[in-house]
């Protein structure tokens, strides 16, 4: 009852602003309506959309739409556009009624085509093949021929994490190459990660209701850091019994895999290149300075250990 008297109310003002607008000449009351308002076509597909000019007070003469590719049939102020394979980029539809008061009333409706990326590659800018842990380097994101770029939404992931989404701001309708860049700075938890990056376009509500995906090879990250040792530092010096067993542990992290050297007091025993060194049975033979030295590509670090044998 209540939206009824709404309804009333709102047809007397439409009638009273029609009454207005046609005696002044000046401008439209009702534009013409295209089913469905919004056209997405993917590139070579066939499309069709229904204009209706005119609605009410269609006593005016002349109406029509505006094409430049495609069929158009009309009946009375109703008209039917299709086309078999949409593969003009940028067109517009323009459908047109000319009122009483000889005023054009227009409505334009640009249709979106469409095209699948033709490619989508993932680099390191200046083919960085190598990582050091905590150095900036920089992705790229490589989409080719793809259409509308301004739709397109680039997902940059480490494993399944997504680092960030990138868009274009260009308003390019036809098929471009476009390159969308990251900057990441490498952890040594990331060693062994895959980066690939992930092209959506997004046409909702008109277009797919699934965005169409095309996502690039994985590349995988390898990242060089360390070595660092993995122990706190040990006490300036080690008083040990002779005759008991001493473990001199030396072992730290890094990629490549470290390796080990040890410097130990003359004559206390042959050289070694293990990450902890065991002495069986000390004796006062191997009193004094033992130096580890860790290196890989990254670096190197050195432990002392001081050993004073009672
Ligand atoms: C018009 O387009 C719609 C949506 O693509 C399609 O389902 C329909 O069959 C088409 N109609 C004609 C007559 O081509
Ligand atoms: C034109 O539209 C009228 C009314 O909607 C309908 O009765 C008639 O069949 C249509 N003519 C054609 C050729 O489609
Ligand atoms: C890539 O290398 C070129 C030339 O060697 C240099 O000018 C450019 O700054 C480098 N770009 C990056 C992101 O490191
Ligand atoms: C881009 O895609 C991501 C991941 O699917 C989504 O979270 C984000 O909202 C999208 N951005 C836009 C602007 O559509
Ligand atoms: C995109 O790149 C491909 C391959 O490099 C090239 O053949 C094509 O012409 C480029 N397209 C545009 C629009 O620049
Ligand atoms: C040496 O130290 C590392 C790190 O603290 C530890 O994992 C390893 O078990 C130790 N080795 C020996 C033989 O004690």
Redesign the pocket.
Known sequence: MFSYFIFLVASSVTFLRTHQVSSQGSSCTENPVFTPSALVVKYGDPANVTCVACQKDCSGDASGLEHTVGKVSQNGTTMFWTVDRLTEWGISLQCYYNNDAGNQCTSILNPTLYQLPESVSISFVNHTEMMFENQQYTLQCSV??VAPVEKLNVTFYRGNTALGHLQSNSEQK????KTFTLNITPRREDDGAQYWCESKLELRPAGPQRPPVVTSEKLPAIVHYGPELNEPPNPDVITITEGDTLHLNCSSVGNPSPSYTWTLPLNSSPSYSGSVLTIKSVGFEHEGQHICTVSNTVGTVTKEFNIDVQ
């Open positions: 080719q021929n036809k098929p471009v190459n």
